[in-house]
Nanobody, 124 residues
Framework: QVQVVESGGGLVQAGGSLRLSCAAS????????MGWFRQAPGKEREFVAT????????YYADSVKGRFTISRDNAKKTVYLQMNSLKPEDTAVYYC?????????????????WGQGTQVTVSS
């Protein structure tokens, strides 16, 4: 089992950057595929990015490809989401999640553990 806690959200102007962190507890963190999702008001939660257990493979939603980078440090039990060139449409609550599935894990139903989320607001 793993618990995750997100941090690093905030208010930023369009074109700016933020780095989100997701700190995990549990001895088996390095065995989990990790993902970032987001949910804007009135919209469904959507996939943003995922990274394999080793960190060797990543996959992104088309809407963030080239702007966001997911990474992980298994020794620190932490996953990061570096967000550059932010747009107002990136405004949402961002969630970190852990999955026992492998591959391009994009479905919310494939993730077993979720954090409480961190708010990201991008002003125009």
């Amino acid at each position: 089992q793993v618990q995750v806690v997100e941090s690093g959200g905030g208010l930023v102007q369009a074109g700016g950057s933020l780095r989100l962190s997701c700190a995990a507890s549990g001895r088996t963190f390095s065995k989990y595929t990790m993902g970032w999702f987001r949910q804007a008001p009135g919209k469904e939660r959507e996939f943003v990015a995922t990274i394999s257990s080793s960190g060797g493979s990543t996959y992104y939603a088309d809407s963030v490809k080239g702007r966001f980078t997911i990474s992980r440090d298994n020794a620190k039990k932490t996953v990061y989401l570096q967000m550059n060139s932010l747009k107002p449409e990136d405004t949402a609550v961002y969630y970190c999640a852990a999955s026992t599935s492998v591959g391009e894990v994009v479905g919310t139903g494939l993730y077993d553990y979720w954090g409480q989320g961190t708010q990201v607001t991008v002003s125009s």
